[in-house]
Nanobody
Framework: QVQLVESGGGSVQAGGSLVLSCAASGFSFSSWSMGWYRQFPGKEREVVASIVSDGPSTYADSVKGRFTISKDIAKNTLYLHMNNLEPEDTAMYYC?????????????????WGQGIQVTVSS
């Protein structure tokens, strides 16, 4: 049974940093594609950062240079290091996983999701 459990969200002032963690179990962590998505109220989920298996990572233009996605294979944990946070980053963040690489591009190809975690950035 696939399980994804996010942690590390919270409130921070603009310019601050947070690290989101996603503890994963029940699947081949090193070979599946995974991503961080976020959702603004009334909007569709959008990809923030993603990683194909243990290979290349991609980022939304809005977070390039500020966010870093990484996989710790030994801990079966996906991370999102978020620096220089902006009020526009305020959203619910979700961890996603799927054996299909297209999960790194669109939520339609992500079968497994965490429960979501709130990130709030104040100005």
């Amino acid at each position: 049974q696939v399980q994804l459990v996010e942690s590390g969200g919270g409130s921070v002032q603009a310019g601050g940093s947070l690290v989101l963690s996603c503890a994963a179990s029940g699947f081949s962590f090193s070979s599946w594609s995974m991503g961080w998505y976020r959702q603004f109220p009334g909007k569709e989920r959008e990809v923030v950062a993603s990683i194909v298996s243990d290979g290349p990572s991609t980022y939304a233009d809005s977070v390039k240079g500020r966010f870093t996605i990484s996989k710790d294979i030994a801990k079966n944990t996906l991370y999102l290091h978020m620096n220089n946070l902006e009020p526009e980053d305020t959203a619910m963040y979700y961890c996603a996983a799927d054996y299909r690489w297209r999960c790194t591009l669109t939520p339609d190809f992500c079968e497994h999701w965490g429960q979501g975690i709130q990130v709030t950035v104040s100005s």
